[in-house]
């Protein structure tokens, strides 16, 4: 074997001309060359150069009769790469069960301490995908929540390509299993994918694709969504999205590896699109940022860019044209966000605090630098900060760090939201204000494009320690002992702690035990009370143990605002009165006193709903204000297991 075999997997891109950064990383200069001594401890033949790990030590196979036997033990159980990547991914997957281990402990019964409304809402998307690979249902919109009006599920993130390959353990362990082990991989797999490309294409030092792979996995933007979008840190696919744009630049069949691009970007727009989009412009700004310092190499990379990405847009475009359709013109489609989402805009001081789910963090001194917890999409801590300013003014002389750094700072600028604030003292109106009137851009987060900063950092991370580990011999170990001494010191305030997790109520045994089928008919629906919505989301939950075999009024989803194709969107469905009603008594333990009109209206609504059965658990908190309230709306109701029941059908089932 000679030592490049063991960077096989980028032999593919042979053809691109390069096997860096394509477009960008052959700018760079190469490390400073090491005199071939072999006085010098520390030169390139040692076990910690990669290219000296791939190649095997050569060895007489008639060893003299006074050689040490413990030799050749020492040379069996040698460092190999493979080992060493091996040993680099399962670090990742115990880091991922430390941070999720308060979740492991009880999946059904956990859920994050302070925000609990999308875990709910992604074990119904994971309970669907169980009814999409079944029974064949349309794997685009249903009618299980929100009936009758349903939920387009395409403009929702029914994340399909997490969903169906978990449909397995969904079925024999439950949807909430599923959910925390999409969490466990998402982190684990994405600093994992990140390393790879990182070792493979791009630098040569295993520490550094392991601080890059590492930060890229585990970086507080990533920790907060850990506990609630398992879809927006399942980001293992785009590393190889990015660097199959950057081989088009230099590729000689530009139709083949379109094609490839082709195939990463349709699984990733069932995964996520908003990430996908977000990955897009990263790689737009930087291949630009590339070019206006050099504008010659445009004329080379040009033609088989333009030429593979044309392939891949015919590809991708005729895989995902009818699931785009269904998105932007089918039922219940909407066009832009709710109105406050735009403001979800990070604080300045947020890109110098640590995040709340680290070990530095603090949840209060955070509180008005973000949208709220789920959305800490900077906190990088002040000696991250100042590391990362550092490296890049050390390395300001490479095309790629300065194509990075002017990456990194446009999206950590456009994700400052409409207005720009410090410390929640709102100073000027950030350029959002205008780009958010831009199609496909009025349906982003902006907070969100600090996660784009959050992965050029990793990168930068990257080539840092990399050409630190170049260095000449004669400063080689004091270099590194200081930079492995940094990297401790910018990293260690935002190491990643467990997640805040509290007790949630189980599904009732009256669901669990399937006493609701002698009640509900195909075309019914069991009402939770109170009615699924944004804030209450554990009637979701109860549909998604029985893998959605019974359908239910309202939910957390988006929508338009008014119903209509077309409307901007807004969290929810139509309102509703009942609704509306059964929220306040459930959080202000008030029963109102109810007249005929209301009651009128109530059954209205019901019957549109097509109402089989109303159930109130016992634990439910103000159970019984609510209980009251309910039965001056349809009659008395009867205790079953331990939940209260109302029988509606005669109810539901007469015209008005």
């Not at 003299?64 to 790469?81: G, Q």
């Amino acid at each position: 074997m000679t030592p490049a075999e063991p960077r096989a997997e980028s032999a593919p891109d042979a053809d691109a001309g390069s096997t860096g950064l394509a477009l960008a990383v052959d700018a760079a200069p190469a490390p400073p060359a090491v005199p071939d001594s072999p006085a010098v401890p520390d030169s390139p033949a040692v076990p910690d150069s990669p290219a000296a790990d791939a190649a095997p030590v050569q060895v007489d196979e008639t060893p003299a009769a006074d050689a040490p036997r413990p030799a050749a033990s020492v040379r069996r159980w040698r460092w190999t790469p493979r080992r060493r990547d091996l040993a680099v991914y399962g670090l990742f997957l115990l880091a991922a069960l430390w941070v999720t281990s308060g979740i492991w402990a009880d999946p059904a019964g956990r859920v994050a301490s302070l925000y609990s409304s999308d875990p709910a809402q992604v074990q119904f998307f994971l309970a669907h995908s169980v009814r999409v690979v079944l029974h064949g249902e349309f794997p685009f919109y249903t009618e299980q929540f929100n009936y009758p009006d349903g939920v387009n599920l395409m403009a929702n993130t029914a994340i399909l390509a997490l969903g169906i390959p978990m449909v397995p353990v969904t079925l024999l362990f439950g949807p909430a299993v599923s959910f925390v082990l999409l969490v466990t991989l998402g982190l684990a797999g994405t600093a994992a994918a990140w390393y790879r490309v990182l070792s493979r294409h791009v630098v040569r030092t295993p520490l550094a694709a392991a601080a890059g792979g590492w930060f890229c996995g585990f970086s507080p933007a990533m920790l907060s969504h850990a506990n609630w979008h398992p879809n927006i840190i399942s980001q293992f696919l785009l590393p190889f999205i990015v660097w199959r744009v950057l081989v088009l630049t230099r590729s000689r069949r530009p139709v083949r590896d379109g094609v490839l691009l082709a195939l990463l970007v349709t699984a990733q727009a069932f995964v996520n699109e908003e990430i996908l989009l977000f990955t897009a412009l990263a790689c737009g700004i930087f291949l630009l940022a590339v070019v206006v310092q050099e504008p010659a190499r445009w004329s080379a990379a040009w033609r088989p860019l333009a030429v593979g990405l044309a392939a891949c847009a015919v590809l991708a475009g005729a895989l995902l044209a009818y699931p785009l359709y269904v998105q932007f013109a089918g039922p219940m489609a909407y066009h832009g966000l709710s109105d406050t989402v735009p403001d979800y805009g990070n604080d300045i001081a947020a890109f110098f605090a640590p995040g709340s789910p680290t070990l530095g963090g603090n949840e209060r001194a955070n509180v008005n630098l973000a949208p709220n917890y789920s959305e800490e999409n900077a906190f990088f801590g002040w000696s991250l900060a100042l590391l990362t300013v550092g490296a890049v003014l050390w390395l300001r002389r490479e095309v790629v760090v300065r194509a990075l750094a002017a990456t990194g700072a446009f999206f950590a600028v456009l994700s400052l939201g409409e207005r720009v604030s410090w410390w929640d003292r709102e100073l000027v109106t950030g350029p959002w204000a205008v780009l958010v009137r831009l199609p496909l851009l009025d349906a982003v987060v902006p907070t969100r494009f600090g996660m784009i900063t959050s992965v050029v950092i990793g990168l930068l991370l990257a080539l840092a320690v990399e050409r630190v580990w170049s260095v000449r011999p004669a400063d080689r170990r004091t270099v590194r002992t200081l930079t492995v001494a940094g990297l401790v010191l910018a990293l260690l305030p935002i190491a990643p702690m467990p997640l805040r997790v509290v007790s949630r109520p189980p599904v009732p045994d009256f669901i669990t035990a399937d006493r609701w089928r002698a009640y509900v008919g195909p075309d019914q629906t069991v009402v939770p009370i109170p009615i699924p919505s944004m804030g209450n989301t554990y009637g979701m939950r109860w549909a998604a143990a029985t893998n959605l075999d019974f359908k239910i009024p309202g939910g957390y989803f988006l929508a338009p605002r008014n119903g209509n194709t077309g409307d901007p969107g807004r969290f929810g469905g139509r309102p509703s009165g009942v609704g509306q009603l059964l929220e306040e008594v459930a959080s202000t333990g008030r029963t109102p006193k109810l007249d005929d009109r209301q009651r009128r209206r109530s059954l209205d609504e019901l019957r549109h709903w097509r109402a089989a059965i109303l159930v109130l658990p016992e634990r439910q908190q103000n159970a019984e204000p609510l209980r009251r309230t309910v039965e001056q709306l349809v009659g008395p109701g009867r205790r079953e297991l331990d939940v209260w029941v109302w029988d509606v059908r005669t109810l539901t089932s007469r015209r008005p």
